[in-house]
C-alpha cells in the first residue's frame, strides 16, 4: 500500500508496519505547477484546502471578467443602435450618444479592473505555493534527519481510545 500526504509518503513495508519518506518539493516546482494552474502546487505540498480556495477566487474572479466583457459588448452595441437608428439632426443625439460612449468606457473599465483582480491574484497565488513549500520543507526538518534511519519511522495496531487503531510511534 502507497499513500501519499503532501510531501511525505507512507508506504506499507510488512503486515501492520509503515514507514513514512519526506521527499521534499522544490520551491520552483510549486510555483510552476501553480503558475500552469491555480492550486497545483499547494496541491502537491498537501494543502489541498488552500487550493480550493485559489481555484475559488481565480475562477469567480474569471467569471466577473467574462460579465464585465459582455457588459462592453452590450454597451457597444447599443452605441451602433444608436447611431443607425438616430440621425444627428435629431434632437440630444450627441447627448445621447455621449452618455453611450460613457457607458462603454465604464464597462471597459469595470473590465480591466477584473483582468487586474485575476492578474495579481494569479501572481499571489503562485507566491502562496512557494510559501507553503518553505513552511513544508521547514516543518519536516527532524523528519529529514529521521529518513537516515528507515525504523525510525513505524505505525504499529494498537488501542487508541476505546476502539482499535494505530499508533504512530517515533523513535529518535
Known amino acids: 500500500a502507497f499513500v501519499?500526504?503532501?510531501s511525505i509518503r507512507f508506504t506499507e513495508t510488512g503486515p501492520g508496519v509503515v514507514a513514512a519518506n519526506y521527499r521534499p518539493t522544490g520551491v520552483g516546482q510549486s510555483m510552476l505547477l501553480s503558475?500552469?494552474?491555480?492550486?497545483?502546487g499547494q496541491v502537491r505540498q498537501g494543502s489541498v484546502g488552500r487550493?480550493?480556495?485559489?481555484?475559488?477566487?481565480?475562477?469567480?474572479?474569471?467569471?466577473?471578467?467574462?460579465?464585465?466583457?459582455?457588459?462592453?459588448?452590450?454597451?457597444?452595441s447599443?452605441?451602433?443602435?444608436h447611431e443607425k437608428t438616430s440621425s444627428p439632426s435629431d434632437a440630444n443625439y450627441y447627448e445621447t450618444l455621449a452618455g453611450l460612449e460613457a457607458?462603454?468606457?465604464?464597462?471597459k473599465a469595470v473590465a480591466r479592473t477584473a483582468a487586474y483582480m485575476a492578474l495579481g491574484l494569479w501572481v499571489y497565488n503562485i507566491?502562496?505555493?512557494?510559501?507553503?513549500?518553505?513552511?513544508a520543507t521547514a516543518d519536516s526538518g527532524d523528519m529529514v534527519r529521521n529518513d537516515e534511519e528507515p525504523s525510525s519511522w513505524s505505525l504499529?495496531?494498537?488501542?487508541?481510545?476505546?476502539?482499535?487503531?494505530?499508533?504512530?510511534d517515533l523513535k529518535f
Open 127 to 135: 507566491a502562496d505555493a512557494a510559501f507553503v513549500t518553505r513552511r
Open 51 to 76: 487550493a480550493r480556495i485559489w481555484n475559488g477566487l481565480l475562477l469567480g474572479t474569471a467569471y466577473f471578467w467574462a460579465q464585465a466583457q459582455r457588459q462592453v459588448y452590450k454597451a457597444e
Open 156 to 168: 504499529t495496531p494498537g488501542l487508541v481510545g476505546q476502539n482499535a487503531g494505530l499508533v504512530f
Open 35 to 40: 503558475a500552469l494552474w491555480p492550486g497545483l
Open 78 to 81: 447599443s452605441v451602433k443602435y
Open 103 to 107: 457607458d462603454v468606457d465604464e464597462q
Open 4 to 6: 501519499r500526504r503532501g
